[in-house]
Every structure is written in C-alpha cells, then in structure tokens.
C-alpha cells in the first residue's frame, strides 16, 4: 500500500484542534478497531478516522480534506457490503458516534442521526407503536440502507425507506450546510433518495412513520419447507405473492437451518427453503389473511405469532454478527421463471457453509405505486431485489464462499432485469451502477456534476459528473 501525497503531508494535529470527536491515526489507540467494518473480508488502512462528534465536525472535515487534496469516506453504519465506509489512505468521516433520535407522535415522525442503526430508530418508534420502513436487520445503518432505497418487511404497505424521507441536512462537498426536501433543493432531494453518499454528507434524517399492528406488535416469522419442496414453494409463492394484502409481506430465501433454540434440534443444520413473513394489519383478521401461508404444502416449521416489530427486525442480527467474512452479488427481477428456479435448485444444494444464503425481496405494492422517475431509485414495476451471500467466521473460506456467489450469480444472471439493489453490490464497475439506476442515471449525473462537479465524494457506488 503507497499513500498519496496529500496523506503523506496533511497536518493532521491541526484537524485534531479543531474537532470535537477524537482523530484517530495509524498506530494510535483504538485504531484497528476504529477502521474495522461489518464485513470482515475488508480490510483497509485509511490515514486518518475522524469520530465526529456534531455537523461541525463533519464540514471541518470536508473542508479539511478538500484543502489538503484527501480522498474522503463516509462511515454511518459500517454495514455497506463492499465495506465502502473505509479506503486505504483516506480520511474517515465516521459519523457512528451520532446516533440520537427524535420522535414527533403528534406528526408521526422520526428524526434520526446519520450513525443510527435501525434497532435505535425501531427502538424510538415502537414506543409510540409506529415504524418507518426500514431493512431486514436491526444492526444495518440508517444512513446507508436509506440512501441505496430501503426495502424491508413494511415495503409492500408503505413503500421504500426514501419514500419515508421528508428532509435530509446534507455537509457539501463545499463545505456548506444545507438542507433538502421537497421543498428546498429539490433536486438534491431527488438524488438523495436511492443515489448513494454521491452528493454529500447527510447529518441528519427525518423520515414520516406509520401505526402498524397493533400498539407495534405484528404477526411474523418463519416457515420452512424441506430443500427438495424448493420449486413447489418457489411457483406457489411467485403466483401468491401478488393476490396478497400489502399488510403481509414475505421474503423467500435459501438456506441452512441454525443450529441453535428456538430452532427444533430435529432441523438443526437441515438446508432449507425459508419464507418469512410480517403482518402488520388488524390481528383480528389475521387467521384469514395467514392462512393460505400457513397451510401451503408440508412445512418443517411454522413459527408465525405475534412479536413487538422490533423482536421481527432483529431476529437475525444474533446469527450475523459483526466480524463475519461476506461476499455478495445481488440483482433484480422481474418474475421468478422457471430457469431461475432450477438455477436456485442447483446452488441452494450447494450451499457451501452454514450462513451462506439467497434472499429474494419483495419490491411490488406500495413500492410500485411511485414512478420510476420519482426518485433515484429506478428498479419499481414489480418483481423482487435478490441476493447471494457467501458468509463464514474463517478467513480461510473467503474463496470458497466467493466462487460459490460468483457462479450462482454468473446463472442467475440472464433470468435477471438487469440491474442490482445498490446496497447489495460490491464494487462491480461503472457498467453495472449504470444499469442498476437504469433511466435514472443521466439525470443523477447531472445533479452529481451541480453538487460535486470534482467528485469529491467518490468513495461509494459512483455516479460520474454529466
């Protein structure tokens, strides 16, 4: 590794002065924890991590690093699949330090810090019995989730997570404060919702919320069916999904049972084909509504019941901790064709360790409603964002779990729209960001080249200015 000259000259002690968080420097305390993400196969040594401490911190970085000629990253989460919160020789804008939250019950909102992970805004929310669309983890980042799109469990009633956004405080790549909404900076607005950290730092979100269930408690969980029942699911959940009330919503994946209560020890390690749904509607309607899901076919396991929707959000985090080897690819479609589903046949009995997964979401209801064109994000007819992951603790299975999603991947592909969930890619090339804002991108770049013409901000899925 060979630092740029900007990195090897910047006075560092002068931006130590002048923040109120701590800097963090090679070799200094905490260092090796401090540029460590969630996914563990990144591994980058940035020359300085700034933990800032208000919005005053985050411009007297940007403006720090523009004088001194230093490439930048963003930090909110660190849960970003290509581990773009860190770069080797850049100044680390980490931001997971901020992480308070306001609740307006009167306005049914939620004012969130851009370090916050979804359990903390889920947290402030469910007092209230309200949420706002969010992901499928209660550890992933606000920030990140938000900007790529935000599908989740409450997708098919509310729409995406940008769809929530009313307001956004955004550090540009000038230095200057500004604010977007629909309102003000419009345009800003516009690419804010699904076009990535392209346009500057967000230090502050403000998304709209919803009652859901009732008092915040839904009807949700897992059934499983036996690996060989795969196509039988896939077809019968294909043709289902869109005859069901957007207050249910269900994920299918691929995978392998955990090992650990409250999984039955029968099905401990047993591969198996997983839906999991969430039902946010009347509960007095619910043995209707779930009844089809429940009586499909021969389950292993049917845990549907009744939890706080938090307890839904986080059910998965113990089993994805921070620290685990990853490797995604990700892509949309439109249907789930028979091709596909023998692709997903063929790398499902191939699962190549006990984390290792493919999920396919849920992107049609509310989602679809909003135009393509409404926001940046393009991917709304309809259809699913699915994903492969390679997951393991051991260093030593980085290959193993790449080749396994790379030519599952490599299959899947052609039965595909094109494009992937930004929040699902690794770093794929400027050929694959182009297809995955599809109409969207000419007029991201047009707004990229308005708000940061320098491509200041670059550290991420790149838009390139018009």
Request: glycine residues 10%; proline residues 7%.
């Amino acid at each position: 590794m060979t630092a740029t000259a900007g990195a090897v000259t910047a006075p560092f002690p002068e931006l130590a002065a002048a923040l109120r968080g701590p800097l963090i420097t090679p070799g200094g305390a905490g260092y090796d924890e401090a540029r460590a993400v969630y996914n563990a196969m990144i591994d980058r040594h940035p020359s300085a991590i700034a933990r800032c401490a208000d919005t005053a911190d985050v411009i007297a970085c940007v403006r720090f690093a523009r004088e001194h000629g230093l490439t930048v990253s963003v930090r909110g989460g660190g849960h970003n699949a290509a581990g773009l919160a860190v770069a080797d020789d850049a100044l680390v804008i980490d931001l997971s330090g901020l992480r308070s939250t306001t609740v307006s019950p009167e306005a049914h909102t939620v004012r969130a810090d851009p370090g916050c992970t979804w359990g903390d805004v889920d947290h402030a929310t469910g007092a209230f019995g309200m949420a706002t669309p969010c992901g499928f983890l209660a550890s992933t980042g606000v920030a990140g989730l938000t900007l790529g799109g935000g599908i989740g469990y409450l997708s098919r009633r509310f729409g995406l997570t940008v769809d929530n956004l009313l307001a956004a405080d955004v550090v540009l790549a000038d230095g200057t404060l500004v604010t977007a909404s629909a309102d003000s900076h419009e345009d800003l607005f516009w690419a804010l919702r699904g076009g990535g950290g392209n346009f500057g730092v967000v230090t502050s979100f403000t998304f709209r919320c919803h009652d859901i269930g009732e008092h915040g408690t839904v009807i949700g969980g897992p059934v499983f069916y036996d690996l060989a029942d795969t196509p039988a699911v896939m077809r019968w959940y294909r043709d289902l999904l869109p005859s069901l009330p957007e207050e249910l919503s269900g994920w299918i994946g691929l995978l392998t049972i955990p090992p650990v209560p409250p999984f039955p020890e029968e099905l401990w390690n047993r591969k198996a084909c997983a839906l999991v749904w969430c039902y946010t509607g009347p509960h007095d309607k619910a043995d209707d509504v779930l009844e089809p899901v429940r009586s499909f076919g021969s389950p292993l396991l049917v845990a549907l019941q009744p939890m706080p929707f938090t307890m839904l959000q986080s059910m998965f985090d113990p089993l994805m901790p921070a620290g685990l080897q990853w490797y995604w690819k990700a892509d949309f479609f439109r249907e789930i064709s028979d091709a596909a589903i023998e692709v997903h046949v063929k790398y499902g009995e191939q699962l190549p360790t006990g984390l290792s997964t493919m999920h396919m979401y849920p992107i049609d209801g509310a989602v679809s409603r909003v135009p393509a064109d409404a926001t940046a994000f393009a991917y709304r007819d309809g259809g699913w964002a699915g994903v492969i992951v390679g997951i393991d603790p051991d260093p030593a299975n980085a290959p193993l779990i790449t080749g396994w999603a790379q030519d599952y991947w490599q299959a899947l592909h052609p039965t595909s729209a094109g494009g992937a969930y930004v929040n699902f890619m690794m770093e794929e090339g400027q050929d694959r960001i182009r297809a995955s804002y599809a109409g969207n991108y000419d007029r991201l770049a047009r707004v990229k080249r308005r708000y940061d013409p320098g491509n200041f901000f670059h550290v991420n899925q790149n838009i390139l200015p018009a």
